[in-house]
C-alpha cells in the first residue's frame, strides 16, 4: 500500500511561489505516472499537473501552465510542484496522486491527505 504524505503548502501573498513535496512509502515511484489535483472551498476537485514515470512527460492544467512546474526525483521517492506567481485563485487544498494509466486519464490510485495553500491578495 503506497503511502503518499504532502508538505510545503502555506500562506503566501499574491505572486509569490511555494514549493509543494509529496513523500512516498510502502511502494516505488520509479515507475508509475504522479499527479497533482487541488481542491478549493466549494468547488470540485481539479487536475493540476501530472509527469511521466521518467519525468520526461508533463501535463499541466491551462490554469497552471507557465507558472507551475511539476517534477519527481525517483531516487528520492519525491515529487515536486513549484508554483509561481501564484494568485489568489490557486487558494486550495492540493493532493498528490499516483498511479494513473496516462497523463491525461485522471484516474489515480492512490491520494495523499493534501496540504493547504492560501494566496493572499
Known amino acids: 500500500q503506497v503511502q503518499l504524505v504532502e508538505s510545503g503548502g502555506g500562506v503566501v501573498q499574491a505572486g509569490g511561489s511555494l514549493r509543494l513535496s509529496c513523500a512516498a512509502s510502502?511502494?516505488?515511484?520509479?515507475?508509475?505516472?504522479m499527479g497533482w489535483f487541488r481542491q478549493a472551498p466549494g468547488k470540485e476537485r481539479e487536475f493540476v499537473a501530472a509527469?511521466?514515470?521518467?519525468?520526461?512527460?508533463?501535463y499541466y492544467a491551462d490554469s497552471v501552465k507557465g507558472r507551475f512546474t511539476i517534477s519527481r526525483d525517483n531516487a528520492k521517492n519525491t515529487g515536486y510542484l513549484q508554483m509561481n506567481s501564484l494568485k489568489p485563485e490557486d487558494t486550495a487544498v492540493y493532493y498528490c496522486?499516483?498511479?494513473?494509466?496516462?497523463?491525461?486519464?485522471?484516474?489515480?490510485?492512490?491520494w495523499g491527505q493534501g496540504t493547504q495553500v492560501t494566496v493572499s491578495s
Open positions: 510502502g511502494g516505488t515511484l520509479s515507475n508509475v505516472i
Open positions: 509527469i511521466s514515470w521518467s519525468g520526461s512527460s508533463t
Open positions: 496522486t499516483v498511479g494513473a494509466p496516462t497523463l491525461t486519464s485522471g484516474q489515480y490510485r492512490y
